[in-house]
């Protein structure tokens, strides 16, 4: 499995048999990071994910105090991973980036509160109002 950003300059590339963690996040950072009403992270094995070409990084701070640190494209300005200084051992790489309609669901919808009005209540996974995105 390959994630790529738009000029395809930067990948990430999942090792075969890595399983993924999915949360779906309506938070407001990743409603900013985006640019979508919420964010779809697959989370592997941090060893799982290799990144190919010269990214950027920008990190934030949560509300939990801890750090989550994307790495983007300086070319076309896409993001290819994120990792969370909570979590050292795991690496996300935004679902959309695989352009895999068949990817698998996520498993969790976490931040609700902060969900758009028009965004249905999601089959098929856990509803939390609040929550890490990165917990597993
Ligand atoms: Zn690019
Ligand atoms: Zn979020």
């Known amino acids: ?20 963690m999915t949360i779906l996040c309506h938070c407001l950072d990743c409603q900013r990071r985006t640019g979508s009403p919420f964010g779809t992270i697959a989370y592997f094995p941090r060893e799982a994910v290799t990144v190919s070409g010269t990214p950027s990084e920008y990190t934030r701070t949560g509300d939990s ?25 795991i690496t ?12 698998a669901q996520p498993i969790r919808s976490v931040y609700e509160q902060s969900k758009h009005e028009w965004v249905p209540d999601f089959q098929g996974m ?7 995105e990165t917990s597993w």
């Open 65 to 89: 105090g801890q750090t989550l640190t994307r790495g983007f494209c300086p070319e076309c300005g896409a993001a290819v991973y994120v990792k969370a200084s909570r979590l050292p051992e």
């Open 92 to 103: 996300g790489v935004p679902v959309g980036a695989f352009a895999d309609p068949t990817f």
């Open 1 to 20: 499995m390959k994630a790529s950003c738009q000029c395809g300059k930067l990948t990430a590339e999942v090792a075969d048999g890595a399983e993924a």
């Open 126 to 132: 856990t509803h939390h109002p609040r929550g890490r």
